[in-house]
C-alpha cells in the first residue's frame, strides 16, 4: 500500500516513536474473560520462559533512548502482569537507563492489575517517579464481573488492596477502566465509586472483540478474530459475550460526562473527554484510537520480537527482532508498508460524512468491521456509539472552548451548565 507524501515515514518518524514492551509476555495471574493478550502464547513454543532477558532489555532500552529524536523519552511496560518479574528486574531497567539519559528525561510507566502491589514495590516506584496505570472496572459486583484469578475469584479486594498502597506512599497513578457489555449499563455507579475512592485521572476503555467467522479462518492457537479479517464484514453476532453495545458505550460515556461537567471540572480528569476537547481545539490526538493515523506505537516482545501495534501482535504483522534491526528500520517498515496511513485513506464514505469525524477519526482499524448504509466494509464497531457520544458533548466543548480562549479555566463550565453562559471577552 502506498504512502501520502504528507505521510513519509521520514516525517513521521521525526514526530517520536512509542513503544508499549512487554517484558513477561501474556503471562498473568488473572484470567479476565475480556484479555485479548493471553492467547498470544500460541506465538511461543513449548517450554518458553516468557522473560525478557537483559540481553534484550540492553537493546530495546539503548535503541529506544538513542532513536527517540523528543526531549522526553516514555517507557510503558505491560503485560501480561509486569509485577511478576519482580523489583529486581526493574531495578536493572533503571540502571540501563541511567548512563543513557543524557539531557532527556526518562519516564516510566508501569500498568497492573494491582493484585501483587506490596509497600516495598510502592516504596521503589516512588522513588524512581514511575506512573502506575491500575486496572479497575468499578465497585465490586462489577469489577468481579469479568477480572477473576485462574480459579475463579474475583479480583476486586486484591486490586483495591493495591489501590490503596499507592495512594499510602503518593505514588502517581491513574485509573484504566474497562467497559464491557454489563459494565455499560452502570455509568454512574461506576463512576461515582471512582470519585469516593479518590481517583482523580481515569480512562475508559471499550472492550470489542470478534470471534473467527468459522473453524478455518481463526490462526492456530489465537480464540479471537484478528486485523487479517477485517475484509470479511461480520455482524454484530459475532462479537464476543462481554463485547460493549456500540449504543450503549455512547450512552455510558455521556451519562458520566453529564454529570463531570456539572461537578468534577478541574478535580476529576477523564482522558476521554479530555481528548474530545482536544480534538475540539484541533490539536492532534494523542491517542492512536483518535488519531488520524496510526503505526507510529510499536510493541515488543519479552523475546525482542517486535509488532506493529499492540492490536496487532499477530504473525502477519511482526517487524523483526530488536536484536538484529534498530527501533527506526522496524518503524520505517511498518509505515512503508501502509501500515497506519490506511487508517486515513481507508475511511468510508459515511465517515467522511459525518460530523464527529474530527474526533473519533474512525476508530482503531481492528474494530472496523461493520458495513455502512451505502454498504461499504471499514466502518468501526462503535461508530453509533462515538457518534451519539461526540455530537451530543459538542455544546460544551465549545463553551469551554470558548473559555480557555479568553483566559478563563475550563471549569467555569460547571456555573455556565446551570444557566446561560456569559463571558467577558478581553
Not at 266 to 277: D, I, P, T
Not at 412 to 423: F, R, S, Y
Request: net charge neutral.
Amino acid at each position: 500500500m502506498k504512502h501520502t507524501e504528507k505521510s513519509k515515514p521520514s516525517e513521521a518518524l521525526a514526530q517520536g516513536i512509542h513503544v508499549v514492551a512487554k517484558p513477561i509476555g501474556p503471562v498473568c495471574n488473572l484470567a479476565c474473560d475480556y484479555c485479548f493478550y493471553l492467547e498470544k502464547k500460541a506465538l511461543f513454543g513449548p517450554g518458553e520462559q516468557y522473560r525478557m532477558s537483559d540481553e534484550v532489555l540492553r537493546a530495546f532500552i539503548t535503541n529506544y533512548i538513542t532513536a527517540q529524536p523528543t526531549p522526553v523519552v516514555e517507557f510503558v511496560w505491560q503485560g501480561g502482569e509486569p509485577t511478576l518479574l519482580g523489583i529486581d528486574f526493574f531495578k536493572r531497567v533503571i540502571a540501563f537507563q541511567r548512563p543513557l539519559a543524557g539531557a532527556k528525561k526518562i519516564r516510566n510507566v508501569l500498568q497492573t492489575n494491582g493484585t501483587l502491589l506490596t509497600d516495598e514495590w510502592c516504596l521503589f516506584l516512588k522513588k524512581h517517579d514511575f506512573m502506575v496505570g491500575i486496572s479497575l472496572d468499578g465497585p465490586q459486583a462489577i469489577h468481579d464481573r469479568y477480572r477473576r484469578d485462574r480459579k475463579g475469584n474475583g479480583s476486586f479486594e486484591k486490586a483495591m488492596q493495591g489501590l490503596r498502597l499507592l495512594q499510602k506512599h503518593q505514588v502517581a497513578y491513574n485509573v484504566m477502566a474497562s467497559v464491557a457489555h454489563d459494565t455499560a449499563k452502570h455509568p454512574l455507579e461506576v463512576y461515582r465509586f471512582f470519585k469516593a475512592e479518590g481517583i482523580e485521572f481515569i480512562q475508559f476503555a471499550p472492550i470489542v472483540e470478534r470471534l473467527p467467522a468459522d473453524a478455518l479462518s481463526a490462526q492456530p492457537g489465537f480464540r479471537f478474530a484478528g486485523p487479517a479479517a477485517l475484509s470479511k464484514a461480520e455482524d454484530q453476532s459475532r462479537t464476543t459475550p462481554w463485547t460493549v453495545v456500540a449504543e450503549e458505550y455512547g450512552d455510558f460515556l455521556i451519562a458520566i460526562y453529564e454529570e463531570w461537567v456539572r461537578n468534577d471540572v478541574g478535580n476529576v480528569f477523564v482522558m476521554n473527554f479530555e481528548w474530545a476537547l482536544n480534538a475540539w481545539i484541533g490539536n492532534p490526538s494523542p491517542v492512536c484510537t483518535h488519531a488520524s493515523q496510526c503505526g507510529r506505537s510499536l510493541v515488543v516482545e519479552h523475546n525482542g520480537d517486535v509488532y506493529a501495534c499492540d492490536h496487532c501482535v499477530y504473525p502477519e504483522y511482526r517487524l523483526g527482532n530488536i536484536l538484529t534491526e534498530p527501533l527506526p528500520v522496524l518503524t520505517q517498515s511498518a509505515l512503508g508498508s501502509g501500515f497506519g496511513i490506511s487508517k486515513e485513506t481507508a475511511l468510508p464514505r459515511w465517515c467522511l460524512e459525518c460530523d464527529a469525524l474530527a474526533a473519533c477519526r474512525g476508530g482503531c482499524p481492528k474494530q472496523r468491521f461493520k458495513t455502512t448504509c451505502y454498504g461499504e466494509p471499514g466502518l468501526h464497531y462503535l461508530c453509533e456509539g462515538y457518534k451519539r457520544f461526540f455530537l451530543h458533548i459538542r455544546k460544551y466543548l465549545q463553551a469551554m472552548t470558548q473559555l480557555l480562549a479568553n483566559g478563563l479555566p475550563a471549569s467555569h463550565i460547571m456555573e455556565a451548565v446551570k444557566g446561560p453562559l456569559v463571558i467577558k471577552m478581553k
